[in-house]
C-alpha cells in the first residue's frame, strides 16, 4: 500500500519568516505527480503546487516552492516570507493507483501551521 | 463560475435518522469523490466514481451508500445515521483518473449525529 507521511502535526513561523513542511511517501512507481493542498479556517482545499517526479527541476508558485528528492521519496513545501494568510492545514496528497487507469489521491495527515505576527 | 457545490454546508441529525449529501460540478468532470476529514486522520476516501452509472469503494465505505444518476451530480446517503459518522464531508472532482489530475474540492458539509 502507498502511504503519505507529514511528521510535523503542527509548525509555527514568524510573519516574514520561511519555513518548510515535511513529506514522505512511499511508492514502487517511477513515474507520478505530488500535490501539496491547503486548508484555511474558511475549510476550502486550494491545490498549492505540483511536481512532476520526471522533472529534475523543483516546482515554484511564487513563495511557494519544493524540495523533491526522488530518490529518499521526500517532497517538502517551502513557504517563503510568510504572511498571515497562509496560516492554514497543509496536506500533501500523492495518487494511488485505482485500477482501469484510474489514480485516486491518498493524503497525509496534515500540518498545521500557524503564522505569528 | 461555480466550479464544486455540496449541500447543505451544515447538518445535525439524530441516530438513525437518513439523509443524502448532494455534490454537483459544472466543469464536465469525468470522475468524482467523497472523503471525510476527521482531526488528526486527513482526508479518507468514502467512496467515487470514474463516470456516470459507476461508483466504487474507497477506503471507508462502511454505513454510507452512493450514486451517480448523472455526470454532473454525485449523491452520498447516511441510511442509519451513527455518531461515529459526525465528520466533515468533502466532495472533490477531477477531469479524469491520470495521476498528473488535481481534484477540484467542494467547501465540505459539517455533519454533526447526536
Known amino acids: 500500500a502507498q502511504t503519505v507521511t507529514q511528521s510535523q502535526p503542527e509548525m509555527s513561523v514568524q510573519e516574514a519568516e520561511t519555513v518548510t513542511l515535511s513529506c514522505t511517501y512511499d511508492?514502487?512507481?517511477?513515474?507520478?505527480?505530488l500535490f501539496w493542498y491547503k486548508q484555511p479556517p474558511s475549510r476550502q482545499m486550494i491545490l498549492v503546487i505540483r511536481?512532476?517526479?520526471?522533472?529534475?527541476q523543483n516546482a515554484t508558485e511564487n513563495r511557494f516552492s519544493v524540495n523533491f528528492q526522488k530518490a529518499a521519496k521526500s517532497f517538502s513545501l517551502k513557504i517563503s516570507d510568510s504572511q498571515l494568510g497562509d496560516t492554514a492545514m497543509y496536506f500533501c496528497?500523492?495518487?494511488?493507483?485505482?485500477?482501469?487507469?484510474?489514480?485516486?489521491?491518498?493524503f497525509g495527515k496534515g500540518t498545521k501551521l500557524s503564522v505569528i505576527p | 463560475n461555480a466550479g464544486v457545490t455540496q449541500t447543505p454546508k451544515f447538518r445535525v441529525l439524530k441516530t438513525g435518522q437518513s439523509m443524502t449529501l448532494l455534490c454537483a460540478q459544472d466543469?464536465?468532470?469525468?470522475?468524482m469523490y467523497w472523503y471525510r476529514q476527521d482531526p488528526g486522520m486527513g482526508l479518507r476516501l468514502i467512496h467515487y466514481?470514474?463516470?456516470?452509472?459507476?461508483?466504487a469503494k474507497g477506503e471507508v465505505p462502511d454505513g454510507y451508500n452512493v450514486s451517480r444518476l448523472k455526470k454532473q451530480n454525485f449523491l452520498l446517503g447516511l441510511e442509519s445515521a451513527a455518531p461515529s459518522q459526525t465528520s466533515v464531508y468533502f466532495c472533490?472532482?477531477?477531469?479524469?483518473?491520470?495521476?498528473?489530475?488535481?481534484?477540484?474540492f467542494g467547501d465540505g458539509t459539517r455533519l454533526s449525529i447526536l
Open positions: 472533490a472532482s477531477r477531469l479524469w483518473g491520470g495521476s498528473n489530475q488535481p481534484q477540484h
Open positions: 511508492t514502487s512507481e517511477n513515474n507520478y505527480y
Open positions: 511536481q512532476e517526479a520526471y522533472k529534475q
Open positions: 496528497a500523492f495518487p494511488t493507483y485505482s485500477g482501469a487507469g484510474s489514480y485516486q489521491l491518498t
Open positions: 466543469m464536465n468532470h469525468e470522475y
Open positions: 466514481s470514474v463516470g456516470e452509472g459507476t461508483t
